[in-house]
């Protein structure tokens, strides 16, 4: 059983279907995107079926497939499909995971539910200055909080790698769940497991949620806030600024695409996104985070008269954005 699992062609199939698992995949589609013949996926997909690993459905004259993540054996070959992944880091990455997991889980005891790398170094995609994007869910967010701070603190300085933690409780990640949150989609899309109860990987039994129209008019109400207090900062203190400036005009991106049915990227990816649709806002997108990098990083000096200037274009292009929403 296990030779003919694990040839080259099996192996190609399995992990097309535990890199996805809370997605269906008509035959000619399991094909293309494991490079591998029609006959032989399917001859796969029957063996595969027959010891409980991968479950079909039904629909019209099509059948569609997706790993049983419910069945032990499958279980076993997404753990073993994710310990891939994980190896398979660059070596400073896996190192400064490996060493914040340790930290905090001897400073959280069982606390800590699920600990999750996603973002541009979970995809492969890690450039000299990507971040580590963090998902942490807890029995104690609060608590959680503080301890992912500390023991990132100390890792942060000694790999030269800016960390983004997202810590929620468990209501608070189903929640976030249910409303479509595009930060959790691309977790679920992306994430490496470094920790996990099972609590997370319920989640990847499911299908992907969808934005839900509630949550994209948050998301407008939220950029909106932020625009406001923007003209007193910058009459104070210009630096100040920037921040909700830099959120404002994301997040102005983030709806255009939302309302699009596109799931945003990071935000390396967003400018590119966004662009495809709107050429001159994903460039202000872009010109925004330098601004707020020469400042964060090289102490660079902002002037108000920048930093209303860019406004007023955010402003432009968030109206714009709602209009498409409002549109759809």
Not at 134 to 142: G, Q
Request: proline letters at 3%; glycine letters at 6%; a positive charge.
């Amino acid at each position: 059983m296990l030779n003919e699992l694990f040839s080259s062609s099996g192996v190609d199939i399995l992990r097309v279907l535990c890199m996805a698992p809370y997605k269906e995949f008509y035959l000619r589609e399991l094909a293309k995107e494991s490079k591998t013949s029609p006959a032989h996926t399917s001859r796969m997909l029957n063996n595969l079926m027959k010891h409980n690993i991968v479950k079909k459905r039904k629909a019209g004259r099509q059948d569609f497939y997706r790993i049983d993540l419910e069945k032990q054996l499958a279980a076993y070959i997404f753990n073993l499909f994710h310990l891939e992944r994980r190896l398979s880091l660059p070596a400073e990455f896996r190192a400064a995971m490996e060493e914040f997991c340790t930290r905090l889980k001897e400073k959280s005891g069982k606390d800590i539910i699920s600990i999750i790398l996603f973002g541009s170094v979970a995809k492969g995609k890690a450039g000299s200055e990507s971040d580590l994007d963090i998902l942490v869910i807890s029995k104690k967010p609060e608590k959680t909080k503080d301890l992912t701070r500390d023991a990132l603190q100390d890792i942060s300085w000694f790999y030269g790698r800016q960390v983004e933690d997202h810590v929620h409780s468990m209501e608070g990640f189903d929640s976030r769940y249910k409303e479509g949150n595009d930060l959790i989609i691309n977790v679920l899309r992306d994430g490496i497991v470094f920790h996990d109860s099972g609590f997370y990987v319920d989640y990847l039994k499911k299908e992907l949620p969808s934005p839900s129209r509630e949550y994209i008019r948050g998301t407008i109400d939220f950029a909106r806030g932020k625009l406001r207090g923007i003209d007193d900062l910058s009459e104070k203190y210009p630096g100040t600024a920037i921040m909700p400036l830099r959120i404002a005009v994301r997040d102005a991106g983030r709806i255009l695409l939302l309302s699009k049915g596109i799931i945003p990227g990071s935000r390396h990816d967003l400018p590119k996104q966004v662009s495809r649709f709107d050429r001159k806002n994903g460039n202000l997108i872009k010109k925004v985070n330098r601004m707020f990098e020469s400042y964060e990083k090289e102490g660079k000096e902002l002037k108000k008269e920048d930093i209303l200037k860019y406004r007023n274009q955010a402003e432009k292009f968030l109206k714009k954005s709602i209009e498409v929403f409002e549109s759809g």
